[in-house]
T-cell receptor, first 112, second 111 residues
Framework: DADVTQTPRNRITKTGKRIMLECSQT?????MYWYRQDPGLGLRLIYY???????NKGEISDGYSVSRQAQAKFSLSLESAIPNQTALYFC???????????FGEGSRLTVL | GIQVEQSPPDLILQEGANSTLRCNFS?????LQWFHQNPWGQLINLFY???GTKQNGRLSATTVATERYSLLYISSSQTTDSGVYFC?????????????FGKGTHLIIQP
């Protein structure tokens, strides 16, 4: 089983709908991240969290919210999805002693 | 913020060839990672290499932090090496912010 699991892996939705992407990890890491990938742009940081009481905005947080339900769970929500939020979304976790990050398999979201 | 530039942006090689991918960064970094994104979109950790040289099978990487670059070497390329290779860095004091990614090198290995 993957150490970092994302659900759903693929989702097609309509403009204006609320969408939640979920991430869970078995690595025991405190740090968790949500990234977005668009073609030709690499990955950009949306939100990150140090622990269940710590939430921080990243480079492109507008239009997104997150919830850290437990050390192992970090969910990303789009309250009212729009077409330019069509992208591949990645969750990642980071250990406390190094900066090394470990990524989930990605969630492909299409907003029509 | 820090700039991360990867070169070349695209590379097409025949199976069996060797290649070198480069990552330049504009400021001091704490950490540097190389990833391979396969055709299915999965990001695979290749190396965690803030400095020095590491090898893993046909792949190796070298980071010269003082000169602000890192190199990824792929020897005896196989078609399964195809995909996008990303370099990502973490700046001092910015560890909480995660990694800043380059735009990647798109590698195609032809049989």
């Amino acid at each position: 089983d993957a150490d970092v699991t994302q659900t759903p892996r693929n989702r097609i939705t309509k403009t204006g709908k609320r969408i939640m992407l979920e991430c869970s990890q078995t690595k025991g890491h405190d740090r968790m991240y949500w990234y977005r990938q668009d073609p030709g742009l690499g990955l950009r940081l949306i939100y990150y969290s140090f622990d269940v009481k710590d939430i921080n905005k990243g480079e492109i947080s507008d239009g997104y919210s997150v919830s850290r339900q437990a050390q192992a769970k970090f969910s990303l929500s789009l309250e009212s999805a729009i077409p330019n939020q069509t992208a591949l979304y990645f969750c990642a976790t980071g250990g406390d002693n190094t900066g090394e990050l470990f990524f989930g398999e990605g969630s492909r979201l299409t907003v029509l | 913020g820090i700039q991360v530039e990867q070169s070349p942006p695209d590379l097409i090689l025949q199976e069996g060839a060797n290649s070198t991918l480069r990552c330049n960064f504009s400021d001091s970094v704490n950490n540097l990672q190389w990833f391979h994104q396969n055709p299915w979109g999965q990001l695979i950790n290749l190396f965690y290499i803030p400095s020095g040289t590491k090898q893993n099978g046909r792949l190796s990487a070298t980071t010269v932090a003082t000169e602000r670059y890192s190199l990824l070497y792929i020897s005896s390329s196989q078609t399964t090496d195809s995909g996008v290779y990303f370099c990502a860095v973490e700046v001092p004091g910015g560890g909480a912010d995660g990694l800043t990614f380059g735009k990647g090198t798109h590698l195609i290995i032809q049989p």
